[in-house]
């Protein structure tokens, strides 16, 4: 069985026309398809269809498309009364609540409605798709179609095979998928599909350090977006979100990977969550909004006068070593080159996925004079130094103002393994590598579906590659060392990559 796509007569139903299913309905019409839309609510439908003619306009008005392609596709949607209207179609994309009754009895219901080679999809988030579709009769023309919001502006869309969906219905949903001009990926099913498992890594690692009293929200948002290259800092994206959206998430995922440690949620999270604290909706979240929803935060504390009278630079990390002394010449540091530091040096080391105590104690270094530097990331928008708890402050405070002296600001942090940015990059590596070893996805997929759905500046595979796979397992396998935290072992995929010395990005053969 098959399905040609792009024969001019196909036909899509869209049911519930919410945020989601109005823009499904917005990009089939664009692409040219006849779209039948229904709603339970009297009058949805048609406000609907309303919303979408003026998005259609405003796009010809943009010069995005031609004024009679905005109106043919607006003449393309019809809005019909019932689920029985929807017997011509060829493909049925369900966008209703999430519950998996309400959306099993419509499945149920539709299979009694369509052609049997008619496709039925769903739209869902976090629902299984093998759940949905366990008590279809015709399971196998059953698959997930999961576009992200807004559908218009977010070019990618998931493609989800069920346990008993057959090959040729996820086919034509690829090429269904290009019709409407997204990018659709192709996975398996699985808790959190793809995006929603990547997005753990960010939002729930970035938690945890700041529940460890490692840095504040601001200070974690301030290094992802000018170390980690991110768009929004984690805290500012939950705000965007809203946690009523990602700690509910984060629980279900957990829990249908039966509590799998990489994704156990944060007790910050949960406690803003009950207290219904959730980011711009509730104007506070991480943040405070205004009535115009300007975000407000604490302004950066100026760098220290201070600076050391001479710095020593450890060569235990040789990399790291070079990278930090080639920035102190330029500072105009007094560098000490003996094999030794001074006894009133300050020692600065530059660990991969250590703290500072563990650098100072195995280098058998004064942890009162030691301050860690992370040297793996870019240190041109922001540095980040790191303190053992015994830290002379005036040590910490001649670290930062020397590393602040050409105007980079400098983020200190409390001792931690990988610093801020490695740990928060390195999860997210470590659940792409998942991804990958469980045959979700291909590696190039994984990174195409987070680069688009999330905008984070690199997919799993390609921060690997460039942070250096090795480097990234060092990472895990320090934190995991540490902590003795099993969310921390690294998967197999990245650890048979890094023995090997090839690209994360590497297939199996």
């Not at 179609?89 to 539709?110: G, S, T, W, Y």
């Not at 192709?186 to 938690?207: K, Y």
């Not at 870019?378 to 708890?389: A, L």
Request: proline letters at 6%.
């Amino acid at each position: 069985m098959s399905l040609d796509v792009n024969r001019p007569d196909l036909t899509v139903g869209v049911i519930g026309t919410g945020a989601m299913g109005r823009g499904i309905v917005q990009v089939a019409a664009a692409g040219g398809i006849t779209v039948l839309m229904t709603d339970a609510r009297p009058g949805a439908a048609a406000e609907a269809k309303e919303f979408i003619g003026k998005m259609l306009d405003r796009a010809a008005e943009k010069g995005q498309m031609s004024k009679d392609d905005a109106s043919a596709a607006t003449n393309r949607i019809r809005i019909v009364d019932s689920h029985k209207d929807m017997k011509p179609c060829h493909v049925v994309i369900e966008a209703i609540v999430e519950n998996l009754d309400a959306k099993r009895a419509l499945f149920a219901e539709l299979e009694e409605i369509v052609t049997p080679d008619c496709i039925l999809v769903s739209n869902t988030s976090s629902l299984s798709v093998t759940t949905i579709a366990a008590k279809m009769k015709t399971s196998h023309r059953f698959a997930g179609f999961h576009f992200f919001n807004p559908v218009p502006l977010m070019k990618l869309v998931e493609v989800i095979s069920g346990l008993l969906t057959e090959d040729w219905v996820c086919d034509a949903l690829m090429g269904l998928g290009k019709r409407m001009t997204r990018e659709p990926v192709r996975l398996v099913d699985a808790p959190g599909f793809l995006v929603n498992q990547v997005g753990r890594g960010f939002s729930l690692e970035a938690s945890h350090l700041v529940q460890e009293g490692v840095a504040s929200f601001y200070d974690v948002d301030r290094v992802m977006r000018d170390v980690g290259g991110f768009r929004m800092g984690p805290f500012e994206l939950m705000d965007l979100t809203g946690l009523d959206v990602t700690q509910p998430a984060s629980g279900l995922i957990y829990n249908q990977f039966f509590q799998e440690q990489r994704y156990r949620p944060s007790l910050i999270m949960q406690a803003r969550y009950e207290a219904g604290v959730l980011g711009r909706k509730t104007k506070k979240g991480f943040y405070t909004y205004d009535a115009e929803m300007k975000m407000s935060q604490p302004a950066e504390k100026a760098a220290p006068a201070a600076r050391p009278d001479s710095v020593w630079v450890s060569p235990a990390e040789a990399a790291g070593a070079t990278k930090l002394k080639e920035l102190l010449n330029k500072l105009g540091a007094n560098l000490e080159v003996g094999a030794q530091p001074s006894a009133k040096a300050l020692i600065l080391v530059t660990p991969v996925g250590e703290d500072a105590t563990t650098a100072a104690t195995t280098q058998g270094l004064d942890p009162k004079r030691v301050v860690a530097v992370d040297t793996l990331f870019p240190m041109v928008k922001r540095r980040i130094i790191m303190t053992t708890p015994l830290t002379d402050p005036a040590m910490r405070d001649a670290a930062h103002g020397l590393l602040a002296s050409d105007g980079v600001p400098v983020t200190v942090c409390r001792d931690s393994p990988g610093f801020i940015a490695q740990r928060i990059v390195a999860m997210i590596v470590n659940i792409g590598c998942s991804i990958a070893q469980n045959r979700t996805a291909t590696p190039p997929d994984i990174d195409k579906a987070v680069t688009l759905g999330l905008n984070y500046p690199n997919g799993p595979f390609k921060f690997a590659d460039t942070l250096g796979v090795q480097n990234v397992h060092r990472i895990l396998e320090n934190m995991n060392k540490i902590y003795a935290d099993p969310r921390y072992r690294p998967n197999i995929w990245l650890t048979r990559r890094a023995k090997l010395g090839v690209s994360a990005l590497t297939p199996e053969t």
